[in-house]
């Protein structure tokens, strides 16, 4: 059984479209996170969402729109996507509330390529 | 600034012993993870350190000294699937992961 998925794999999608990334997890934890791990190869933090509810939303631009029907998902929708989004996205979830509290468990990721 | 150091690259021969190193400036210390990451696949958690001292667990062990801001991460009995990035994360003092860019680690016969 897969813990946290996520889908497409790969995504590429023409400047300027709007496109949804969706992930599941069925570990049962609270928390889920969208990371973004950019060339260079750094994980950065987007958003993480604890029971339906954000804890963090670290300064992304208001094009990127994360949306929890319940605590088993959450999806990230990205409006007007732009050049510089090309990364590739990871899904996350983890038992506890804080984000470096306890392991994280990730997605397989979505290579997002923008032309 | 909080960041993370780890060597870029790593070159290592199947059946040796390689030690990835890690040092790391953060706003307070809760505890430092190691993840591995198959060329596109997911990370996944290896070790986790919060006092000083060495935790093994298998072919893989984690060294922590808080004093200095450094960990390691060593493998031994190198085999060809260790080829991977390996990835230092400090927690701070809010909780927040501060990630390093990873050592993509090349295993060669």
């Known amino acids: 059984d897969t813990a946290v998925s996520q889908t497409p794999k790969y995504l590429v999608t023409q400047m300027g479209n709007d496109k949804s990334i969706k992930c599941e997890q069925n570990l049962g934890h609270d928390t889920m996170y969208w990371y973004k791990q950019d060339s260079k190869k750094f994980l950065k933090i987007m958003f993480s969402?604890?029971?339906?509810?954000?804890?963090i939303n670290e300064t992304v631009p208001n094009r990127f729109s994360p949306k929890s029907p319940d605590k088993a998902h959450l999806n990230l929708h990205i409006n007007s996507l732009e050049l510089g989004d090309s990364a590739v996205y990871f899904c996350?979830?983890?038992?506890?509330?804080?984000?470096?509290?306890?392991?994280?468990?990730f997605g397989q990721g979505t290579r997002l390529t923008v032309v | 600034g909080q960041n993370i150091d780890q060597p870029t690259e790593m070159t290592a021969t199947e059946g040796a012993i390689v030690q990835i190193n890690c040092t790391y400036q953060t706003s307070g210390f809760n505890g430092l993870f190691w993840y591995q990451q198959h060329a596109g696949e997911a990370p996944t958690f290896l070790s986790y350190n919060v006092l000083d001292g060495l935790e093994e667990k298998g072919r893989f062990s984690s060294f922590l000294s808080r004093s200095k801001g450094y960990s390691y991460l060593l493998l031994k009995e190198l085999q060809m699937k260790d080829s991977a990035s390996y990835l230092c994360a400090a927690i701070n003092s809010n909780y927040q992961l501060i990630w390093g860019a990873g050592t993509k680690l090349i295993i060669k016969p």
């Open positions: 969402y604890n029971n339906k509810e954000l804890i």
């Open positions: 996350a979830s983890s038992q506890d509330v804080i984000e470096g509290a306890t392991e994280a468990f």
